[in-house]
Structure formats: structure tokens, C-alpha cells
């Protein structure tokens, strides 16, 4: 299936979930709130860079309604609006002791599908979620960092094209999985989560006659998230 088809299918099960409603027990429970958290980021390159988990921190809003329940299982839809920190951090061993790093801003716009185990989210107690779902997101700045003694000359695998090389392609797109715990009490919900992104966009031009064919985001996360009631 091709990528565009995938997500296609993805964004079509979504929407439709609301609409579903009648063949599970119906809920209308929509909750929002604030979510805060830290990313493990790297790029995927083509020809490959060696690296290590660059740091970024990210947070937003978060909405979430809950459509319906099917035996123990809740159902519902998840957005967000984030601005996200993401990047990479080279790991040099030519025995010049360079370091270099970039940071990479984004406001991403995750819309996943919440399946939720346990506890009726109208509860207090404690749940396991899943989050699936495409997410895209809109480049705003970037920074690299250099150490003092910079100088690329010496790289053993010769690939030095992306120093000094602006992101290009403003608009990436990607897929986002998550999995976590739920505790609710009259306070509202606390969520944590470790999250999964893999970029299916290139921040560079990826034609035969560019530097790089693939150049894309990844990254591992945890987040906290709380939500609060708007209705039941």
C-alpha cells in the first residue's frame, strides 16, 4: 500500500469513529488540557551520519472526546497542538573532539485514535491507552551548534554536505504511535506516555541530483498530559 493510500485509510478510520457510535455503548465525553515532555531525537539519513539521541523538549494542548465503549475497550478520537524541539547530535570519532548538533522547531499537529483498557473513562481508577495516528507539522527555525575547534576536514566516512545546510522542505508528515497509563480522579486525568514518530517527509531535497536521498525525523518520547472534563 502506498504511503499517501495508509495514511489515507488512517485519517477515514478516524473520522468514522464518532459516527460508530450505535454499535458500541455511546459516551460524549470531551476532555481538554495541557501536555509537557521530552524527545529523543535522530534523523534518518541517506548516506548515513552517525549519531546520538539528541534532547528536545516539547508541549501543547490536548483534546480528546470519547465516542464510544465496546465491552472494556473505550473508543475515541485524540488532537493536539504542540511545538516540539527536534533535531540530531552527531557522534564524531575522528580524534579531533568536535562536537556538532542541530535543533530543529516545529509545530506539529498530531490527530490519533484513543483506545482505551480498563476503568470507564467516566471512572476514577486507572486505564492502559493506545494512540495511533498520522501527524504533521510546520518547520519554524533551526540552530546548529559547533564546538570551538570546528573543523570537518578529517571525517572517516567523508559525509560533511549537512553542515551549513538549511532545512529546505517546511512541511513534514509522519506517523505516531503511543502507548501509556490513564489515572483518573475528580482532579481530572493524568496520562503518561512514551511515544514513537517516524517521518515519512524528506528536510532536504531528495532528487538524484541532491546530497542526500533520504532525510527524514525520528524520535522516542515521554509526556505527561492532563486533561480536564468539559462534558460527560
Known amino acids: 500500500m502506498k504511503i ?5 485509510t488512517i485519517m477515514a478510520c478516524l473520522f468514522t469513529l464518532p459516527a460508530m ?17 521530552m524527545n529523543m531525537n535522530k534523523a534518518d539519513f541517506s548516506p548515513q551520519i552517525k549519531q546520538q539521541s539528541h534532547m528536545g523538549m516539547e508541549f501543547g494542548l490536548t483534546a480528546r472526546y470519547m465516542s464510544e465503549k465496546y465491552f472494556k475497550m473505550m473508543c475515541g ?3 493536539e497542538i504542540n511545538y516540539t524541539q527536534r533535531g540530531w547530535k552527531e557522534n564524531i570519532e575522528d580524534g579531533s573532539e568536535n562536537t556538532y548538533s542541530r535543533t530543529m522547531n516545529y509545530i506539529e499537529i498530531p490527530l490519533l485514535a484513543h483506545l482505551a483498557f480498563g476503568k470507564d473513562a467516566l ?3 486507572m486505564k492502559f491507552f493506545v494512540n495511533a ?13 559547533m564546538s570551538d575547534n570546528w573543523d570537518p576536514t578529517y571525517r572517516p566516512n567523508g559525509v560533511v554536505q549537512q553542515y551549513g545546510k538549511m532545512t529546505e522542505n517546511k512541511f513534514d508528515y509522519g506517523i505516531l504511535g503511543g502507548l501509556g497509563v490513564e489515572l483518573s480522579t475528580k482532579a481530572g486525568h493524568f496520562l ?3 511515544r514513537y514518530y517516524y517521518g515519512l517527509a524528506d528536510f ?12 527524514g525525523h525520528t524520535y522516542m518520547g515521554v509526556r505527561l498530559t492532563y486533561l480536564f ?3 460527560k
Do not use: C, M
Open 229 to 231: 472534563d468539559i462534558t
Open 4 to 8: 499517501k493510500n495508509y495514511i489515507a
Open 77 to 79: 478520537i485524540q488532537a
Open 21 to 37: 457510535a450505535q454499535l458500541g455503548e455511546e459516551r460524549h465525553n470531551l476532555a481538554v488540557g495541557v501536555n509537557v515532555g
Open 123 to 125: 471512572d476514577k481508577g
Open 192 to 194: 503518561l506516555e512514551g
Open 204 to 215: 532536504w531535497g531528495s532528487s538524484k541530483k541532491d546530497d542526500f536521498g533520504r532525510s
Open 133 to 145: 495516528g498520522p501527524q504533521i507539522g510546520f518547520f519554524l527555525s533551526e540552530e546548529e551548534k
